[in-house]
């Protein structure tokens, strides 16, 4: 009987963990979005501005002004593509933890977490190929990003099976976060692009 209790008062502590994260995890998402707009949209002023003022490269910066223009343009770019590459992933992991609970919250809703399910667990370690995480810069890849890390002495296991097990479903089902994610990354090498070529037409032109 105390076995009985003692499983059903872990229940309920778990399905107000999960709970809990899952709330936290929509805010997270909801402030990285904002923030990841924020950034694009501010870069994507400067190239306005930049392109429609018709002083750029300025004249102040004499006859090497398109090299010094294509540096800047390039260290800008590079600077934001950090910070929205930053954003953007944590954005998407996110939205993969809280589909995740979500899944865990609705199984739960039919039937009483079991021992099992309680039990902590861990992924299987695993490695991402080096040009997976370069061509993730360019192209945002599903592959590159893991919603739960590896098990490791820093990383021992915490989280229930039944929340570990979804999490790892949803990041291989995959979530429409991804397909923002490559938007906005694309647009904004495609706006570097064109505020690159815009600065050297001195040199081309």
């Known amino acids: 009987m105390n076995g009985t209790n003692d499983l059903s008062a872990a229940g309920n502590r778990a399905i107000a963990f999960v709970r809990n994260l899952h709330d936290r995890y929509a805010a997270y998402h909801g402030h990285k979005e904002s923030m990841a707009f924020t950034g694009l949209t501010l870069f994507t002023g400067a190239a306005g501005a930049a392109l429609v003022s018709g002083h750029w490269p300025p004249p102040a910066w004499g006859p090497y002004g398109w090299a010094w223009a294509a540096l800047s343009v390039t260290a800008l770019w590079l600077s934001m593509l950090a ?5 953007l992933r ?3 992991l996110a939205a993969l933890r809280v589909a995740g609970c979500e899944r865990v919250l ?7 977490p079991s021992a099992a399910e309680l039990a902590p667990k861990s992924r299987e370690p695993i490695e991402v190929p080096c040009f997976l995480k370069c061509a993730d810069y360019f192209w945002p890849l599903k592959t590159a990003l893991l919603v739960l890390k590896p098990e490791s002495k820093k990383n021992p296991p915490i989280y229930p099976a039944a929340l570990v097990d979804a999490w790892l479903f949803q990041e291989e089902l995959g979530t429409d976060a991804l397909k923002h994610e490559r938007l906005i990354v694309f647009a904004g090498w495609v706006i570097y692009v064109v505020l690159a070529l815009y600065s050297l037409r001195p040199k081309i032109f």
């Open 90 to 92: 944590r954005r998407r």
């Open 83 to 87: 910070y929205l590459r930053f954003q």
């Open 106 to 112: 609705a199984k739960w809703v039919a039937s009483a």
